[in-house]
């Protein structure tokens, strides 16, 4: 057995690589959808989030797990797009809310309907009851990382 089959059967034993793997899965399969209109995971993700009320780029940051930074560019890249507007906060002038263009909103429906298809292709080799437990043993996973 040489050295990569050795590692790799290491890795196996791990439960982190499955969720890893899986993880890496699931956002391959979503950017290859996404791709063909224009749009990354993390841009989906944001319209998505605007979907629901205008954000902050920290808020917008925090909902879509990338760091300030990488949003800060992200809403430039959409900004350019017209797929959001940028406007300062009635409570705090500095603060600048992104807020959904119809034209991302026209975008994010195309694009949530290609999402939900890969999430089905995922839940749909499951039954009900195994996604409510799958569902339900992440959530403890998560916690369990959470809580130190």
């Avoid at 790799?8 to 290859?32: F, H, I, P």
């Avoid at 999402?115 to 799958?134: F, G, P």
Wanted: hydrophobic content about 45%; some cysteine; proline content about 3%.
């Amino acid at each position: 057995m040489n050295a990569e089959q050795r590692i790799n059967d290491a890795l196996l034993e791990r439960l982190g690589t499955y969720v890893k793997r899986a993880e890496q899965s699931l956002m391959a399969a979503k950017n290859k959808a996404l791709r063909p209109l224009g749009l990354t995971v993390p841009q989906y993700a944001a319209l998505h989030a605007l979907s629901f009320a205008s954000l902050s780029g920290s808020q917008l940051a925090r909902v879509c797990c990338v760091t300030p930074q990488s949003m800060a560019s992200l809403l430039s890249t959409m900004e350019s797009k017209g797929l959001v507007t940028r406007a300062p906060a009635e409570v705090h002038a500095q603060v600048l809310l992104a807020t959904l263009t119809p034209k991302g909103k026209e975008l994010l429906d195309e694009a949530d309907a290609r999402a939900l298809a890969v999430e089905a292709r995922l839940s749909d080799v499951y039954t009900e009851d195994e996604v409510a437990l799958l569902r339900e043993l992440l959530d403890r996973g998560i916690r369990a990382l959470q809580e130190e």
